[in-house]
């Protein structure tokens, strides 16, 4: 299996206020362990910048022109309580876009059997037109257009393994029939949405939330019967994954208890549905992640897998 892997430089250009766990050394960890030689047959490119267009796939054009307008020359800017730009954020989150599109290109192509991008900000709590929770535009949302409209995928699922649950995902996809997004989350935990009772409006939205301390048994089992059935059922030309990695034993933004283990078999389960239907591919998106060391272990657990290992 050829895997591709994205980033840039310019993601360690978006700072953060001191002490923020959104911060630039989570990208340094990720390429330092993607140094090992049991990566070395990994595709690597970096990540193109994407103009406003295109993140305008998954928002308003008004508010991708505020977002724009927002970045500041000098000093940092607050969009909201915790979410804030500095004067290299925007270039880093237009390059977070472009990853996600390129990857899409890639694997859609068959260039690549599938991808990740480690890229920041991340983006899964950018609602349509609300920016949220570190992220401003979002990558996976426009990832899964962009399949839509450049390759024309009839169905598309977007499945989302962040502690955290995927509100702006959600929000962009609800009335979507073509699109499918799954998340498994903590609950209850920031941002508040991902009841089981939240559904679409044509039953395309599959949440299933974990409580506090469960362990990776329980994530198994609820990702096993909760949404890879729901997955093949969907049978999805391509499956995009919001990999955030908070959920691993050693964050300290969430209680939940997976291991880096958990989330390779959870790669590994998504690559069985996309071999069933969508001929292997898969586009895997950095969101969270806040230990630095849990964040190295899970991450090359995930490209290890990708890769077939």
């Known amino acids: 299996m050829t895997t591709l892997y994205l980033c840039h430089p310019a993601s360690l250009d978006h700072a953060m206020p001191p002490g923020h766990p959104e911060r630039a050394d989570r990208i340094r960890v990720i390429e330092r362990v993607l140094e090992d030689e049991r990566f070395g047959t ?14 305008a796939l998954a928002h308003p054009e008004a508010y991708v022109a505020a977002i724009a307008e927002a970045a500041p020359r000098e000093g940092m800017v607050a969009i909201d309580a915790d ?9 880093a989150a237009l390059r977070a876009v472009g990853a996600a599109v390129q990857a899409v290109d890639e694997v859609m192509t068959g260039r690549v059997g599938n991808a990740f991008a480690a ?3 991340p983006g899964h709590h950018a609602e349509r037109a609300r920016a949220m929770g570190f992220c401003l535009f ?3 949302a426009v990832a899964v257009r962009h399949a839509r409209a450049r390759y024309g995928a009839q169905r598309v699922a977007l499945v989302d393994w962040d502690v955290h649950h995927g509100n702006g995902s959600q929000d962009i996809f609800w009335g979507d029939r073509d699109v499918m997004y799954c998340s498994t989350h903590q609950m209850p935990l920031f941002p508040g949405t991902g009841a089981a009772s939240e559904r679409g409006d044509h039953d395309t939205i599959v949440n299933v939330p974990l409580h506090p ?3 990776g048994t329980t994530f198994r089992e609820a990702f096993a019967h909760g949404i ?7 049978r999805p030309d391509l499956i995009v994954i919001s990999a955030g990695f908070d959920a691993h034993w050693r964050d300290p933004l969430a209680n939940l208890k997976l291991t880096e283990a958990d989330f390779a078999w959870a790669t590994r389960e998504v690559m069985a549905v996309a071999d069933r239907h969508a001929g292997g591919r898969v586009v ?8 630095l060391e849990g964040l190295s272990r899970s991450v090359a657990a995930h490209v290890e897998t990708l890769m077939g290992r």
Do not use: C, H, K, W
Not at 83 to 91: C, I
Not at 284 to 291: A, F, K, N, V
């Open 213 to 215: 301390g469960d362990d």
């Open 284 to 291: 895997s998106l950095l969101e969270g992640g806040y230990d």
């Open 83 to 91: 979410t804030v730009m500095s004067p290299g954020t925007l270039e």
């Open 42 to 55: 990994l595709v690597r490119e970096q990540a193109p910048r994407a103009d406003l267009a295109t993140a």
């Open 228 to 234: 890879a059935p729901r997955l093949d059922a969907f």
């Open 138 to 140: 979002n990558n996976a």
């Open 119 to 121: 890229m920041r900000p």
